[in-house]
Nanobody, 124 residues
Framework: QVQLVEYGGGLVQAGGSLRLSCAASGRTFSRAAMGWFRQAPGKEREFVAGIGWIGDSTRYEESVKGRFTISRDNANAKNTVYLQMNSLKPEDTAVYYC???????????????WGQGTQVTVSS
């Protein structure tokens, strides 16, 4: 059974940091692109960041560039992706979803697997 499980969400003050983790299991994701999307109340799910299977190719949504960093660890079949979020703003408040698919894409329908989501709340 394929499973993506996110960890690390929570409540933080504006200007603070959080690190999200996503552990993939059930199949080999080492050759899959992985990414993070987020969805705020009343809004559509939006792309945040993506990383290629080697880890040398990354893409970011414009509003998080310079503040968020995506990375991954494929060692020992670990298949874990991270999202380091710094200088958080209230507008970053959303449920964050981990995802995996064949390539980095800003389109949610290009991804095959999704985690259950983790809440990130940034207070002003």
């Amino acid at each position: 059974q394929v499973q993506l499980v996110e960890y690390g969400g929570g409540l933080v003050q504006a200007g603070g940091s959080l690190r999200l983790s996503c552990a993939a299991s059930g199949r080999t994701f080492s050759r899959a692109a992985m990414g993070w999307f987020r969805q705020a109340p009343g809004k559509e799910r939006e792309f945040v960041a993506g990383i290629g299977w080697i880890g040398d190719s990354t893409r970011y949504e414009e509003s998080v560039k310079g503040r968020f960093t995506i990375s991954r660890d494929n060692a020992n079949a670990k298949n874990t992706v991270y999202l380091q979020m710094n200088s958080l703003k209230p507008e970053d408040t959303a449920v964050y979803y981990c995802t995996a698919g064949p390539l980095i894409s800003r389109r949610s329908y290009d991804y095959n697997y999704w985690g259950q989501g983790t809440q990130v709340t940034v207070s002003s």
